[in-house]
């Protein structure tokens, strides 16, 4: 994968999650400038993308859990009608 296909999967991923991408490079590699780092020239070794898959596999960007679909939050919040307040079950779902 080419560096500038591997910056537009984590910008795409941090705007679906509502992550900055320093956050993210903290979180997967340690550092806060990675994605600035590729940006402006760096380089990444094929270890370091399998890690960056890894970990948007194992952390899904619309806030479900690994391998679980996101149906069950849509449901709930449609069952909400207009005027109605949320419980706190269907406000945590």
């Known amino acids: 994968?080419?560096?500038?296909?591997?910056?537009?999967?984590?910008?795409?991923?941090?705007?679906?999650?509502?992550?900055?991408?320093?956050?993210?490079?903290?979180?997967?590699?340690?550092?806060?400038?990675?994605?600035?780092?590729?940006?402006?020239?760096?380089?990444?070794?094929?270890?370091t993308v399998d890690r960056v898959h890894n970990f948007m596999r194992e952390h899904p960007a619309n806030g479900a859990a690994p391998g679980t679909a996101r149906a069950a939050s849509t449901i709930a919040s449609a069952s909400v009608r207009p005027g109605q307040a949320a419980t706190a079950a269907t406000a945590s779902a």
Do not use: H, P
């Open 1 to 47: 994968m080419d560096v500038e296909g591997l910056l537009q999967e984590i910008s795409d991923y941090c705007r679906r999650a509502g992550m900055a991408e320093s956050t993210f490079g903290r979180r997967v590699v340690n550092d806060g400038k990675f994605a600035s780092r590729l940006r402006y020239g760096g380089r990444v070794t094929t270890a």
